[in-house]
């Protein structure tokens, strides 16, 4: 990697060790993936679209790469997806050990497993968020447990898993999966009570694991396995930042970003993805919630000023 290259086009000075709070840490891997191959290329996508966007979060008032974020050299470990994983885990305990909020962007969604096991033994009572279009339930696949249609197994015995947005999965996944703590696709669209729901059945701590084809292919067509029926940008971007106001996100992953030269609008998608969630991470809740209190705190200065009644939004 150019050692000049910054995440975002930040100052170099944001981007050392020593001074990031943040590490993005990429893993350009591509193993084990069975339709279309190219999420090792993603983290190079995300990057370059990172380098074209602004930097000022209107939502949060915040600019968060303030904050800094340093970029460890890759991780390009491909000998056998068992030894990918181990040096993911290794690396990712490492910079978790270091007070650093650390950040995963892979790569497919095999490199998950290494990076929840890191979380898992770092965190206690930890409760996975899994955002998918796929279960990643299956015990073994090809040969190996450690292939991204197993991504979360392993979380489902060790952690407190939460999945949502799914919608595809193999039978023999049914035993792993309990139901109680899934929200599939087809069913979140008649129920706006979701997401308090998930949220009640989440712990304190909390790691986000987000595979992109949680979204719905007609904004995020750049994925290896796209399924119809997905999320959308805006509904999911509440969510995130529900969870992040009332749990304490210790760290998340990025995966399955399988870009599309000739459409970089998911590359950006993801870039500010990844930096809405910095965004929710660091700045304090509920900021458009103190945008209504003061706009409501305005209507009743003006009303008292005219000697007239306030006016209740349940008014309108």
Not at 60 to 75: C, L
Not at 124 to 134: E, G, P, R
Not at 255 to 275: H, Q
Request: charged letters at 30%; a negative charge; proline letters at 4%.
């Amino acid at each position: 990697m150019n050692k000049s290259r910054t995440y975002a086009g930040i100052p170099e000075h944001l981007a050392t060790l020593e001074r990031a709070e943040v590490v993005l840490l990429s893993v350009p891997y591509d193993g084990t993936s069975t339709w279309q191959k190219g999420a090792d290329k993603g983290f190079d996508a995300f990057l370059e679209a990172s380098e074209n966007m602004e930097l000022y979060d209107i939502e949060t008032n915040s600019e968060v790469y303030e904050k800094g974020v340093f970029m460890p050299e890759p991780i390009t470990e491909n000998a056998s997806p068992e030894k990918m994983v181990e040096q993911v885990h290794k690396t990712v305990k490492q910079y978790i050990s270091k007070n650093k909020f650390v950040t995963i962007f892979g790569g497919e969604h095999s490199i998950s497993i290494g990076t929840i096991r890191a979380f898992s033994d770092s965190f206690k009572n930890l409760t996975v968020l899994h955002l998918d279009a796929h279960a990643d339930l299956r015990e073994e696949y090809e040969g190996t447990s450690c292939n991204h249609a197993c991504a979360v197994y392993e979380a489902s015995k060790t952690t407190n898993l939460v999945q949502v947005g799914i919608r595809s999965m193999d039978i023999s996944e049914c035993d792993a999966m309990d139901t109680d703590r899934v929200f599939f696709a087809e069913q979140m669209i008649y129920d706006d009570s979701w997401v308090d729901r998930a949220i009640d059945l989440m712990t304190d701590n909390v790691f986000i694991t987000l595979d992109v084809d949680v979204f719905d292919p007609s904004i995020m067509p750049s994925t290896g396995t796209p399924e119809p029926g997905g999320l959308l940008w805006n509904e999911t971007i509440e969510f995130l930042k529900k969870v992040f106001n009332e749990k304490n996100v210790v760290g998340f992953d990025i995966v399955e970003l399988c870009p599309n030269p000739l459409n970089k609008a998911p590359d950006f998608m993801v870039a500010k993805l990844y930096y809405k969630m910095l965004s929710y991470k660091f700045s304090k809740p509920d900021f458009d919630e103190y945008l209504v209190h003061d706009v409501a705190h305005e209507d009743t200065k003006r009303a008292e000023n005219k000697s007239e009644p306030i006016k209740s939004f349940d008014d309108e």
